[in-house]
């Protein structure tokens, strides 16, 4: 065994659940390589009023570049279920089929299909658990994001999770989806320099402590730093604030340092008493920058009491998801070899064959989603798009990082203004099925197949 173990592109493959590998090899035993569809979709939103799509970038790179090295194989021999013949077939093994999807930064709900996977059954099957991973998490924290971005009102929102968060991977794709739904900046060096991300960071408490007086600490560090943030709140707050505004005085137009941050106490009223200070003291611009325990729950109830604050940062609630840390996602079987298929579970079940997603708009706002079926012309948008085509991305899975940051701001600007509330919006948005599709249903009920898979 490795001491120690990152999921990377040579290892990825493994990252599944043994069964979606089981049933690769009985499809190969059985001969089944006809055209399956998958769809990724989340069944209830559950306290959420719309959800952010992300994810689709490391899913299609995923698809890109999977294979089974010799190293996976050599270890899949050791369990005892996996014939020679197969170990070899996974050797070859690639993923050869299509991907259709919303953009990344698009608002979706509940049953609407986020991504189709159109290939052989092997193919589209085994891929199940990495892209539930994967857009199920960014997804989910891409729309926690927005909905702290919001909460804001326009003030700057800084990413401060990734020390809580679960795992590695999750902060350097966290901070991905938090700029796609609008946040400011990271303090995540290492997703800074892979996605091109603004970072931001200055000192922590023990900055303060670690010399022997507060104000020797601020002034070394703005001798190193001199447009720097100081955290105030290591002894006394508005004492803190004060030592700013006395390095101020002495300094004069030498004097750059942009905000002090709180990070402890009732930053309502220490806010308004630090303003208060700045502003006798003529440091209008000194902003006022807060943190501790925010979401955007907190973060309204800040601004509602009419808390002079410019700018956020939010870590553990907003990384862990903690008021809803889940998606009740899922990817299922929705046609194979030419017939829509269905799962009647209830409470489970899913929608038949391939689809496309329609958006309507009035006066420039949404105003209603539809499932269609893939070749049933309808009124509105489209929203799903070939993104992969035989394996490799078309120029719509292509974007740029900022175009779907773009796109996201545009799209969540059409949205009712209810849905962007943090209260359960009633009605919700009206999402509906076509006659179409409505039709496809009531023939799988009476087992009356339709040749309607993908294509």
Known sequence: ??????????????????????????????????????????????????LLACGLDTALHYLEILCFSPEIRTYLATLGLFA??????????????SVFAVREGTPVFAGEPILEVVAPIGQAQVVESFLLNQVTFQTGIASKAARVVYAAGGRTVVDFGMRRMHGADAPIKAARAYHIAGVGATSNVL?????????????AHSYVEAHDDEEAAFRAFIDTYP????????????????????????????????????DSGDLVALSRQARALLDAAGLHTVRIFASNSLDEYVIADLLRRGAPIDGFGVGTRMGTMADHPYLDSAYKLCAYGGRSRMKWAEDKSNLPGRKQLYRTFHA?????????????????QPLLECVMRHGRRTDAGRRALDEARDHARSSLATLPEPLLSRDEAEPPYPVSLSVGLQAEINACRAGRWKGVAGR
């Open 1 to 50: 065994m490795k001491a120690h173990c990152w999921v990377d592109d040579a290892n990825m493959a493994a990252l599944t659940d043994l069964y979606q590998l089981t049933m690769l090899q009985a499809y190969f035993r059985e001969g089944m390589d006809d055209v399956a569809v998958f769809d990724l979709f989340v069944r209830r939103l559950s306290e959420r009023n719309f």
């Open 84 to 97: 020679p013949d197969f170990l070899d077939f996974l050797g070859g093994f690639r993923f050869t089929g």
């Open 191 to 203: 997703a800074g320099q892979v996605y091109g991300l603004p970072v931001t960071g200055t000192m």
């Open 227 to 262: 447009e720097t943030t100081l955290l105030v709140d290591t002894n006394d707050t508005l004492e803190g604030v004060r030592k700013v505004i006395r390095m101020a005085e002495r300094m004069g137009t030498d004097f750059r340092v942009q905000a002090v941050r709180l």
């Open 364 to 380: 420039g706002h949404a105003v209603g989603d539809v499932i269609a079926l893939a070749d049933e012309p309808h009124d509105g």
